[in-house]
């Protein structure tokens, strides 16, 4: 084979430089794809991530109201205890009026069952204490649940917008390699 010409070694450059074009676009183009697989194969795993959540969130707010209703009763106790002390009183008054017209030794109802009175209250206050802070642990929680949703639904709605990204520009190496292939036909043909 004769040795090549200026214009032909020119040609030649073209060539492998085409030829270089071609070749990093198919590698660029390969790894876009990989990466859309990757974005593909992760995207259910992120959905059922989702979905657990949701799920949990839910049975969550379930457990919330629940305890929001057991809650609610702190009132009623209250107001129980309020008007058990008030009967309390009456009736030891009542006692009082009776006994000061006996010979037994007088008692003091208020005092006999305040003690009982007290630990109860007590014990019913600790309690709803208990169930409050039980509420507020569940409430955070699903505050930390609905925040953790959030990311995943905006990591999810990444991945579509990768995917479309990842896709133009796999569609643009694909050009390129067109483009190089062009080239490299056109070239090939002065040196050959």
């Known amino acids: 084979m004769p ?5 032909q070694k020119k040609h030649q450059e073209e060539y492998y430089a085409a ?3 071609y070749v990093l676009a198919f590698e660029e183009k390969q790894r876009l794809q990989n990466k859309i697989i990757g974005i593909q194969n992760d995207r259910p795993k992120l959905i059922n ?7 949990e969130r839910k049975r969550n707010s379930e457990a919330l109201e629940e305890i929001s209703k ?4 702190d009132g009623d106790f209250e107001d129980s205890m309020k008007d058990s002390a008030g009967k309390l009183e009456t009736a030891a008054q009542g006692f009082l009026a009776i006994g000061t017209s006996s010979v037994a ?3 003091d109802l208020t005092e006999v069952f305040s003690h ?4 109860t209250k007590n014990s019913m206050d600790s309690v709803f204490e208990n169930i409050k802070n039980i509420k507020n642990a569940i409430s955070n929680k699903i505050s930390d649940l609905i925040t953790e949703y959030n990311t995943a639904e905006n990591e999810l709605q990444q991945s579509y917008e990768n995917e479309r990204r990842y896709n133009e520009e796999i569609y643009t190496q694909k050009k390129i390699m067109e483009n190089a292939e062009w080239d490299m036909a056109y070239h090939k043909r002065f040196f050959q």
Do not use: V, Y
């Open 70 to 73: 057991t809650n609610s009763s």
């Open 49 to 55: 991530k989702m979905n657990e959540l949701e799920s």
């Open 105 to 107: 030794e007088l008692k």
């Open 3 to 7: 040795p090549l010409t200026s214009e």
């Open 19 to 21: 030829k270089r074009r």
């Open 116 to 119: 009982t009175d007290i630990q």
